[in-house]
């Protein structure tokens, strides 16, 4: 059991102030470690760029912590998180930008994403198939900061180029597009940026990129026209196909070029308006600053005459046709073909006689002046015009002024705002015309009485052809016979001649025959008689007288 405490006995305990100690050498670690990590953190956040926020339509190929950003071809920064916008319509992308990137994050600047991409224009974003998609980067030019960013749904076309951009007007898109190509003279110079609608609906405009140094060559005076596809035009100069190359036979492309004789200037600025022309020809057709109009009424048909047909003076080209339509004539409850060409006489370089005061062309007249001279053409030498055919193989017509010595005289009108000029018929009319005076003649023929007679006469031949075949067999009946009979005694007259031939050739040519041993005789006495006469004459020319008193010795030789 154990012992009682005495409590009195214990002593009593006192309230002691704790003494002021020193920091224990323990807390100087957390506390450097603590130092370093705020250094490091406050380090990293000076080393890091900013962080934007990208918008896209769709966030195709975009991946957190994968996906970069590219400019040049260096990485500037990194995609961190992928999330739908707030109304869930389209994807907002949050990326880090590098430090050394982050004065490039301005206002103006642009985002897309870059995939590959194969087209009839080139091929692009071939490295994207092993790496995978990346965000593509072009800086803008103002110096104001944004975090906020719109994304492009397609890459821009012209990125760190230098060259301008200029602006064409058409009516018409044809197959122009994005990324089309710019030609010079079948240089491929620049590219299609940009088309859209024209503010009031009625045209359309295309923004091209021409690349330096070839933008030098875009002047105020330049012509723009499109080159895509087979440019193909069928007229009355026949067919005429032209292309700038193969990729603008497949998809499409532009041209442009100075009109010859163009005087020399500055190259247009940025953003310079220009028509887009329909083709070369159209665009490198000049102007003609004088125009004189006429009204010409054919009694014909049209058909294969068109607006723009051209107008020729002496085959030369004078100027087009303007318009084409039917004139009625109320009184007469006519319908007239209606042309109306324009005429242009500074395209003509023709001269004749002088004026007076030392002017050398009279198209360069006072009007007056210039009225009696065409007057003058039309009265008196018979100026007409006239449809001809420009090609066979088109049909296409155009109007043709010459002089016609033998065309009805016609007057003229100088003094209306569009005189009428005459007309000739067409060259057409006039053989259509001739193979119907032909046809109608063969027409008129009595081709059943020819037939007729024409029958008859092949009966007649064919009752005399069989008369002559019967006088042919009774020859081979009755003659032939006869005719042998008469062949063998000719024949046998024959051998008797031949025999006869014979025989006197072995009778009189023979070497032994009767009548060579007569004639050899002959000739022999004849020799002997002439030699007697030779010495008689020979006698006489000694002695003459020989011949009366007789032969003596002179006369002999003196015996």
């Known amino acids: 059991m154990p012992e009682p405490t005495n409590l009195d006995a214990l002593p009593q305990a006192t309230a002691v102030p704790p003494k002021r100690g020193r920091i224990s050498v323990i807390w100087i670690i957390p506390i450097l470690a603590a130092l370093v990590a705020i250094g490091i953190g406050v380090q990293r956040i000076l080393r890091e760029g900013p962080t934007i926020t990208i918008v896209f339509q769709a966030a195709e190929g975009i991946e957190a912590g994968k996906t970069t950003i590219k400019y040049k071809d260096v990485n500037i920064g990194r995609v961190t998180a992928v999330q739908l916008t707030d109304d869930f319509s389209k994807v907002q992308v949050t990326a880090k930008i590098a430090k050394h990137a982050s004065g490039l994050m301005v206002q103006d600047a642009k985002f897309w994403v870059v995939r590959p991409s194969i087209s009839l224009s080139g091929v692009s974003g071939l490295s994207t198939l092993l790496s995978g998609n990346y965000i593509g980067f072009e800086p803008g030019s103002t110096d104001r900061a944004e975090s906020l960013f719109t994304g492009l749904d397609t890459a821009p076309v012209i990125t760190e180029q230098e060259g301008r951009e200029f602006l064409l007007e058409t009516g018409d898109l044809g197959s122009l597009e994005v990324g089309s190509p710019v030609y010079f003279r079948r240089l491929s110079v620049g590219q299609v940026i940009a088309y859209e609608l ?109 607006v723009g047909a051209p107008v020729t003076f002496l085959g030369l080209p004078a100027g087009e046709v303007t318009g084409i339509s039917l004139e009625i004539d109320g009184s007469s409850a006519k319908v007239l073909p209606r042309v109306e060409i324009a005429f242009y006489p500074e395209r003509l370089i023709a001269y004749t006689k002088a004026k007076p005061d030392g002017g050398a062309s009279p198209l360069a007249y006072e009007e007056a002046q210039r009225r009696a001279f065409v007057k003058r053409l039309v009265e008196e030498r018979g100026l007409r015009g006239q449809l001809k055919s420009g090609s066979l193989l088109t049909g296409q017509l155009y109007v043709a002024f010459e002089f016609h010595p033998k065309a009805p005289k016609a007057r003229v009108d100088l003094q209306r705002n569009e005189p009428e000029l005459p007309v000739v018929p067409g060259t057409l009319v006039v053989l259509e015309a001739k193979l119907t005076g032909i046809l109608d003649k063969i027409d008129r023929l009595p081709l059943d009485a020819l037939g007729a007679s024409l029958k008859k006469d092949l009966e007649e031949l064919e009752q005399t052809l069989k008369g002559a075949t019967r006088l042919m067999s009774n020859l081979d009946a009755q003659l032939v016979p006869q005719l042998k009979t008469s062949l063998e005694d000719v024949r046998r007259t024959l051998g008797a001649v031949e025999r006869a031939v014979r025989g006197a050739d072995t009778t009189l040519l023979g070497p032994d025959a009767p009548v060579q041993q007569d004639l050899r005789n002959t000739l022999q006495e004849f020799a002997r008689a002439a030699r007697s006469l030779r010495l008689l004459a020979d006698q006489l020319e000694r002695a003459p007288s020989s011949l009366i008193r007789g032969k003596t010795d002179a006369a002999t030789g003196g015996k």
């Open 198 to 306: 024209a503010a009031d609906g009625k045209g359309i405009q295309v923004r091209v990129f021409v690349k330096s140094p070839y933008d030098k060559q875009v002047f105020a005076a330049t012509r723009f026209w499109n080159a895509s596809g087979v440019d193909m035009s069928i007229g009355a100069d026949g067919v005429n196909v032209r292309t700038e190359s193969l990729v603008a036979l497949l998809a499409g492309g532009l041209a442009f070029d100075v009109p010859p004789s163009t005087p020399a200037a500055a190259p247009a600025p940025d953003d310079t308006r220009f028509r887009l022309y329909a083709s070369r020809e159209a665009a490198m057709k000049l102007s003609d600053p004088v125009a004189r109009h006429y009204v010409l009424h054919f009694d014909e048909p049209l058909r294969g005459l068109a």
